[in-house]
T-cell receptor, first 115, second 111 residues
């Protein structure tokens, strides 16, 4: 049973560029959440997708956007990259309605470096 | 809004010694509490979670945590630490799928 997978593993971009990160949820899961983890910090919630719609959003600017596909996989897009966007981006999947708060399973992350 | 504080940035223990990692939370209603572990270059692995019921929760890898409402705490414990437990540990509080993580505690295990 495949867990949460993310691609690419590492990415280097320059300021002002745009980036797309990809996530495939754990088999059977239908909800995908994205987190940003800066060096030495805990993950911060970016947004969550369910039924191809953004359901919740954390305190991140509109430069951060996403998409969920019919097969439940998801993309995170970041436009006009800033140096401060350098971080580990984590994807987590869960099954809607599986518990009082749906337990999230995390992927290994994508390390984004902005130069 | 919910928040989590992990007072200890870094803890060092000897292999075989007991471990307690502290976590304090702030939340207006019944919290859903989690502990995750992150090894270098890896994603987060769920150790245990608390929703309701018995305040002492057992998790994987021999870890347990105790929920104390009066102290707003959810401390993680292990009676005997193994070298493989060296990692970063994160406490989180969640509701409606909005997870808030603490800044983490880095655990070093001395031989």
């Amino acid at each position: 049973d495949a867990g949460v997978t993310q691609s690419p593993t590492h990415l280097i971009k320059t300021r002002g560029q745009q980036v797309t990160l990809r996530c495939s949820p754990k088999s059977g899961h239908d909800t995908v959440s994205w987190y940003q983890q800066a060096l030495g910090q805990g993950p911060q919630f970016i947004f969550q997708y369910y039924e191809e719609e953004e359901r919740q959003r954390g305190n991140f600017p509109d430069r951060f956007s996403g998409h969920q596909f019919p097969n439940y996989s998801s993309e995170l897009n970041v436009n006009a990259l800033l140096l401060g966007d350098s971080a580990l981006y984590l994807c987590a999947s869960s099954l809607e309605g599986s518990g009082p708060t749906d337990t999230q399973y995390f992927g290994p992350g994508t390390r984004l470096t902005v130069l | 809004a919910q928040s989590v504080t992990q007072p200890d940035i870094h803890i060092t223990v000897s292999e075989g010694a007991s471990l307690e990692l502290r976590c304090n939370y702030s939340y207006g209603a019944t919290p859903y509490l989690f502990w995750y572990v992150q090894s270098p270059g890896q994603g987060l692995q769920l150790l245990l979670k608390y929703f309701s019921g018995d305040t002492l929760v057992q998790g994987i890898k021999g870890f347990e945590a105790e929920f104390k409402r009066s102290q707003s705490s959810f401390n993680l414990r292990k009676p005997s630490v193994h070298w493989s437990d060296a990692a970063e540990y994160f406490c989180a509080v969640g509701a409606n799928n909005d997870m808030r993580f603490g800044a983490g505690t880095r655990l070093t295990v001395k031989p």
